[in-house]
């Protein structure tokens, strides 16, 4: 009956636990709270298959007992001996049960909990080390970040608010190559190069190599009586966007606007997105105005054939002073008053792909293959993606809700959008010491700024405490199973010192009859250990990676969590607990052998 109401004890507490995912659940109020029956459920577990261990032994002792038959004396005594004394064994063969399972939750949680906690870590963080500011991160504060001598690399990102039908999540924008190589992989979670093709973006306007130093645009101008000043607004490889000044110097009626390209670490082929032409009233030398024509775009190494591609360029001015319309493909005349004019290149055909997370897609119904409407920053139009796959989480999203797509749909629809703005609020930080590169970037940032590490130590020492409790019971579950064995041991000499006369009677020598008990001692010990490994294997596959979750300061839902074991706490408890059961057993053979000569009157000398 105790049997029976353990195992059903033990079911509910299971089932409860995996219903939930956790055994922190929501209350009516909004609140949380612990409960007390799924919190239980490893214990529960352990109990109840440690007494149906127990009730399955007689038959396992039967069997052992048919097979050991033929077999020499001293076995085939031990075997019937645990058969005969079924009672006796009850309480060794509970202890070690339970203490060989004890010792693998506790290296299952160990090892399931640490993974959890650091691909929960790396995929909050995004990359090594992630810094957000209260607001966007100005050029001088992204040069500043990048000069620090702990940093190696920093890649510029988007954090915004993914507008939902019924709610909100996070939407992360990002170059694919800076994702590729910076991006944390959330301990095998996702693979950062194959992620960073699926959502990288055909993009129009002029690609820049990597070997560029500078770039130099020609232009036809007609009616100005001085060049005006051009500024292009250009992103590197990484998704660093920077607004460059250039030189003008005429030549054979046409006007050359250089400018030097900031050097990018690691190099990598960037892109122009838009030409700003800032025009002053008083340097329009006609009535009718003046026009700036696009011819071509170079860099240092040579010109770049098709740079500026087939469709038209748009052309908008920033304020209502001036009258600015399109001439030719690549063009625009400009009359009235100062304006800055943008030109930039048409928007790429097609939807630009987006990653989603799995718990997005499951909420929405949506699948690879199907559309999604995303607000991007800096404008007010929506843009429709296409969702080019569906992922666990997204690294440096806040939400579970999330989608990830290519900064350089950002930048070219705030590039188009004259008002538009794809300013950095966040960046990935890549650093071969964190801790230091952290302390470093908090003294740059002002007062608020959040700044996330991939590996969180001080967090793991916080929140670690349940996996330390956890070996601290696997350890006392041990003592407690060797002090068991120990006194049953004793306890059952004792009782059957008279065995040793009729044994002798029946031919036995001292070293057969300490054969039998070292025998009867390992088919107990052995049936333990084998019940152990059971039990404790079913406890960790049915209950671990739920106890995890809910030891995470920030879980991410739909992640579920890899089991693991740690083989060093296995081992350790392992020769231990083996250890201990062997010293216990030959000390109980030694006493069997040391009273059977001392029966005999010292004739036996071996």
């Known amino acids: ?40 459920a490893p214990a529960l577990t352990v109990v109840a298959g440690a007494l149906l261990a127990l009730t399955a032994f007689p038959l396992l002792a039967r069997l052992v007992m048919r097979a050991t038959a033929q077999g020499p004396a001293p076995r085939m005594l031990a075997a019937h001996g645990v058969a005969r004394r079924l009672r006796r064994v009850t309480a060794p063969l509970l202890v070690v049960a339970i203490a060989g399972s004890s010792v693998l939750v506790a290296a ?102 990597a070997s560029a130093h500078e770039l130099v645009l020609t232009a036809e101008l007609s009616g100005f009586s001085n060049a005006p000043a051009v500024r292009l607004r250009y992103a590197d490889g990484w998704g660093r966007e920077r607004v460059l000044p250039t030189e003008a110097s005429a030549s054979d009626g046409r006007v050359r606007f250089t400018a030097a390209l900031p050097e990018a670490a690691p190099p ?20 009718d105005g003046a026009t700036f024509a696009l011819e ?18 748009a052309a908008e001015p920033t304020g209502l002073t001036a009258a600015v319309g399109a001439t030719g493909a690549r063009g625009f005349r400009v009359s009235g008053g100062n304006t800055t004019v943008r030109m930039t290149p048409d928007a790429a055909d097609g939807m630009p792909p987006v990653v989603v997370t799995r718990a997005l897609a499951e909420r929405y119904g949506l699948a690879v293959g199907s559309t999604l409407s995303v607000q991007t920053a800096g404008s007010y139009a929506n843009t429709t993606m296409r969702i080019a796959a569906v992922l666990p989480a997204v690294p440096g999203a806040d939400d579970a809700l999330a989608a990830l797509i290519d900064l350089g749909v950002v930048q070219t629809a705030a590039a188009r959008e004259t008002r538009g703005s794809a300013l950095p609020n966040a960046a990935w930080l890549d650093s071969d010491a964190p801790p230091v590169a952290a302390a470093a970037v908090r003294a740059v940032l002002p007062p608020g700024a959040r700044i996330l590490t991939a590996d969180d130590e001080a967090g793991r020492t916080v929140v670690g405490s349940a996996a330390i409790a956890l070996v601290g019971v696997a350890a006392l579950c041990i003592l407690l199973a060797l002090i068991t064995l120990a006194a049953v041991g004793r306890a059952d000499h004792r009782l059957r010192l008279g065995d040793l006369a009729v044994l002798r009677a029946l031919g036995f020598r001292a070293a057969q009859q300490s054969a ?42 739909g992640l579920s969590a890899a089991v693991r074991v740690d083989p060093v706490l296995v081992s350790g408890g392992a020769i231990v607990l083996l250890g201990g059961i062997a010293l216990l057993g030959e000390l109980a053979a030694a006493r069997v052998r040391r009273n059977a000569l001392r029966a005999l009157g010292g004739e036996e000398t071996r």
């Open 108 to 209: 299952g949680y160990t090892a399931t909990w640490s993974l959890a906690f650091d691909r929960t870590s790396a995929l909050r963080a995004g990359a090594p080390l992630s810094v957000a500011g209260a607001g966007t991160l100005d050029e001088a504060t992204l040069d500043e970040l990048a000069s620090l001598d702990a940093v190696q690399h920093l890649v510029p990102i988007r954090r915004d608010e993914l507008v939902l039908s019924d709610g909100t999540g996070t939407i992360v924008s990002v170059s694919p190559d800076a994702f590729a190589a910076l991006a944390s992989d959330g301990s095998g979670a996702i693979d950062p190069r194959a992620v960073a093709e699926q959502f990288r973006a055909e993009l129009n306007g002029p690609a820049v190599p």
């Open 268 to 287: 990598a082929g960037g892109r122009l997105l838009a030409i700003d032409v800032e025009v002053r009233g008083s340097a329009i030398a006609t009535a």
């Open 516 to 557: 039998v008990r070292r025998g009867e001692w390992w088919i107990v010990a052995a049936s333990g250990l084998l019940a152990g490994a059971i039990i404790g294997t079913l406890a960790v596959l049915l209950t671990i990676p739920q106890l995890t979750s809910a030891a995470l300061p920030d879980p991410i839902p």
């Open 1 to 40: 009956m105790v049997t029976i109401l353990a195992v059903a004890a033990a079911a509910v507490s299971v089932w409860q636990l995996r219903l939930y995912g956790s055994p922190v659940t929501p209350l009516a109020d909004g609140r949380s709270a612990v409960d007390p029956i799924a919190v239980v």
């Open 296 to 313: 071509s775009l170079g860099t240092d190494a040579g010109e770049l054939p098709e740079a500026f591609g087939r469709a038209p360029w």
